[in-house]
Protein backbone atom coordinates (compact mmCIF):
# COMPACT_ATOMS: atom_id res chain seq x y z
CA UNK A 1 0.00 0.00 0.00
CA UNK A 2 1.29 3.89 -0.77
CA UNK A 3 0.58 6.73 1.13
CA UNK A 4 0.87 10.02 -0.41
CA UNK A 5 1.70 13.39 1.51
CA UNK A 6 -1.09 16.16 -0.87
CA UNK A 7 1.53 18.77 0.91
CA UNK A 8 4.98 17.51 -0.61
CA UNK A 9 4.20 14.63 -2.50
CA UNK A 10 6.38 12.44 -1.07
CA UNK A 11 4.71 9.13 -1.30
CA UNK A 12 6.08 6.18 1.61
CA UNK A 13 5.08 2.53 1.00
CA UNK A 14 3.05 1.38 4.30
CA UNK A 15 2.45 -2.26 5.24
CA UNK A 16 -0.95 -3.43 6.25
CA UNK A 17 -1.44 -4.89 9.48
CA UNK A 18 -4.63 -6.65 11.15
CA UNK A 19 -5.50 -5.42 14.19
CA UNK A 20 -7.37 -7.38 16.00
CA UNK A 21 -10.37 -5.89 18.59
CA UNK A 22 -8.28 -7.55 21.11
CA UNK A 23 -5.31 -5.60 20.24
CA UNK A 24 -7.28 -2.43 19.61
CA UNK A 25 -8.40 -2.15 23.19
CA UNK A 26 -4.85 -2.69 24.33
CA UNK A 27 -3.63 0.02 22.29
CA UNK A 28 -6.29 2.32 23.80
CA UNK A 29 -5.62 1.12 27.50
CA UNK A 30 -1.53 2.05 27.03
CA UNK A 31 -2.28 4.87 24.85
CA UNK A 32 -4.56 6.23 27.97
CA UNK A 33 -1.55 5.95 30.57
CA UNK A 34 0.60 8.50 28.30
CA UNK A 35 -1.30 11.68 28.39
CA UNK A 36 1.63 13.80 27.08
CA UNK A 37 0.87 12.22 23.92
CA UNK A 38 -2.54 13.63 23.07
CA UNK A 39 -3.41 15.87 26.43
CA UNK A 40 -2.30 19.37 24.72
CA UNK A 41 -2.29 20.89 28.40
CA UNK A 42 -0.14 18.41 30.11
CA UNK A 43 3.19 19.69 30.80
CA UNK A 44 4.94 17.19 28.51
CA UNK A 45 2.45 17.81 25.02
CA UNK A 46 5.83 19.48 23.46
CA UNK A 47 8.51 17.36 25.43
CA UNK A 48 9.03 15.34 21.63
CA UNK A 49 12.19 13.37 22.74
CA UNK A 50 9.59 11.98 25.77
CA UNK A 51 6.80 11.38 23.48
CA UNK A 52 9.08 9.15 21.50
CA UNK A 53 10.42 7.48 24.09
CA UNK A 54 6.59 6.69 25.60
CA UNK A 55 5.85 6.03 21.57
CA UNK A 56 8.90 3.29 21.51
CA UNK A 57 7.87 1.82 24.83
CA UNK A 58 4.03 1.61 23.31
CA UNK A 59 5.50 -0.43 20.41
CA UNK A 60 7.53 -2.97 22.67
CA UNK A 61 4.80 -3.34 24.48
CA UNK A 62 2.31 -4.05 21.39
CA UNK A 63 4.93 -5.71 19.72
CA UNK A 64 5.12 -3.34 16.84
CA UNK A 65 7.74 -1.65 14.85
CA UNK A 66 8.31 1.50 14.15
CA UNK A 67 4.66 2.62 13.69
CA UNK A 68 4.37 5.44 16.34
CA UNK A 69 7.83 6.52 15.16
CA UNK A 70 6.44 7.24 11.82
CA UNK A 71 2.93 9.07 13.37
CA UNK A 72 5.66 11.12 15.72
CA UNK A 73 7.28 12.06 12.35
CA UNK A 74 5.12 12.78 10.30
CA UNK A 75 2.69 14.75 12.71
CA UNK A 76 4.64 17.11 15.07
CA UNK A 77 3.00 18.55 18.21
CA UNK A 78 0.40 21.70 17.77
CA UNK A 79 2.96 24.50 18.01
CA UNK A 80 6.14 23.11 17.50
CA UNK A 81 8.21 23.40 14.17
Known amino acids: MERCDWL?????QTSTMEWTDEKTLHLI???KEYKCLYDISHIEFK??????????KMAVE???????QRILDTHPPIGVK
Open 8 to 12: TGQCL
Open 62 to 68: LQTTGIF
Open 29 to 31: EIF
Open 47 to 56: NRALKKVKAE
